[in-house]
């Protein structure tokens, strides 16, 4: 079994950036800008956003957090979107999601300049994914491909099942890893809590791609020998020995289920710092235009 270690690729990413940026200060150019936009005092998004804008100024990007109050309007949320899509200091921005109820959040998304959506959720972006065009990827599928590639796991031919179907991590990835594309090229099974027979599903795949939410929901009897896991839920479980009183699980049963896989990643250190990586390496993308 091999490790995927995404917080050491995470990290090879991030130096490269940061190497990029160093030469842009050396050619006297302005660096990349990523805003960050939180509405309301949701503790996790809140040390999600703070976590972006903290890697944003390790590889040397400007950055800052927008914070608004919960009960921010939406005609104010879209003004301020509309100034930042209009600021030619700002390369890239991302909305933290979960916005307030009282906000529709396609209508937010359908605001966003699609070359400023470093977050690649605009129709526009993800329209191009689907056909194949270059475009900004988001982040957490363009980190499972960056992964897999990184660690030359074929996928060609390969039997996926992506577990989860989201708009922000399992259809994007499902798409990805179908395309006529080096990391693509696989028979992709989008399955979703109405699939039926999914323990089959499973365990015929080559590649389980896990985005469900649910703490150690894949077991050692749903998978075959020498599967690849990629695991990318991020769940809390109560744990009394931590200080904080618990500790985060993906939505597979790593200790099971890692004895029979050729590949799988951990939680945490797997698919979350890619994510981050990715979301640096598409303001660069979005910077360079
Ligand atoms: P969502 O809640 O948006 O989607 C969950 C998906 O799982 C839905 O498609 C749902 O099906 C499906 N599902 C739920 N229960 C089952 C089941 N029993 N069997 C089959 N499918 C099921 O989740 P996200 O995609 O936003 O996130 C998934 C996980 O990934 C979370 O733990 C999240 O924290 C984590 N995450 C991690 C990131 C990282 O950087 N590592 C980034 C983003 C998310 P249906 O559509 O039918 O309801």
Partial sequence: ??????????????????????????????????????????????????????????????????????????????????????????????????????????????????????????????????????????????????????????????????LGRSNIVGRPTSILLSLNKPYGNATVTLAHSKTKNLDKLLLEADIIIAAIGKPHFVTAAMVKEGVVIIDVGINRVEDASRKRGYRLVGDVAFDTVAPKASYITPVPGGVGPMTIAMLLKNTLLAYKG
């Avoid at 972006?52 to 390790?58: H, I, L, Y």
């Fill in 1 to 162: 079994m091999i490790l995927l270690d995404g917080k050491a690729t995470a990290l090879q990413i991030k130096t490269e950036i940061k190497e990029s940026v160093e030469q842009l200060k050396t050619e006297g150019k302005r660096v990349p800008n990523l805003i960050a936009v939180l509405v309301g005092e949701n503790t996790a998004s809140l040390s999600y956003v703070k976590s972006k804008v903290k890697a944003c100024n390790m590889v040397g990007f400007d950055s800052s957090l927008i914070h608004l109050d919960a009960d921010t309007t939406e005609a104010v949320l879209l003004d301020l979107i509309k100034q930042l899509n209009t600021d030619s200091t700002v390369d890239g921005y991302i909305v933290q999601l979960p916005l307030p109820k009282h906000i529709d959040a396609n209508k937010i998304l359908l605001a966003v300049a699609p070359e400023k959506d470093v977050d690649g959720f605009h129709p526009v972006n993800m329209g191009k994914l689907t056909l194949n065009l270059e475009t900004i990827i988001p982040a957490t599928p363009y980190g499972i491909i960056t992964l897999i590639k990184a660690y030359g796991i074929e996928t060609k031919g390969k039997r996926v099942v992506v």
